[in-house]
């Protein structure tokens, strides 16, 4: 099975920019598509970003879709998420998540098997 490790969190200002990386280890991430997930605190995990096994197909949330872009190297087994003009309401630890299965629908979390142990992003206004 594969093991994920995101990394590229921190604290930035209202405005700013962070890329999170996905590394994945034990399994090639061709064989998965990848999402990306945030939980706030008390809050539930939802839906960030979806991409496709081959990184042609995308899909946002609607409160990131133009300020964020996923992405992935299969070579490097790496995904990504550019995060552009981060707003404090960002704040969240951000999840990415692997599904080989099709396990379930790709903006729920019930679609993903495998996941990382998150890294925590602060924006400040």
């Known amino acids: 099975q594969v093991q994920l490790e995101e990394s590229g969190g921190g604290l930035v200002q209202d405005g700013d920019s962070l890329r999170l990386s996905c590394a994945a280890s034990g399994r090639t991430i061709s064989e998965y598509r990848m999402g990306w997930f945030r939980q706030a605190p008390g809050k539930e995990r939802v839906f960030v970003a979806h991409i496709s096994r081959s990184g042609v197909a995308t899909y946002y949330a609607d409160s990131v879709r133009g300020r964020f872009t996923i992405s992935r190297d299969n070579d490097k087994n790496t995904a990504y998420l550019q995060m552009n003009s981060l707003k404090p309401e960002d704040t969240a630890v951000y999840y990415c998540?692997?599904?080989?299965?099709?396990?379930?629908?790709?903006?729920?979390?019930?679609?993903?098997?495998?996941w990382g142990q998150g890294t925590q992003v602060t924006v400040s206004s």
């Open positions: 998540a692997a599904d080989r299965d099709y396990n379930g629908p790709y903006y729920t979390p019930l679609g993903y098997d495998f």
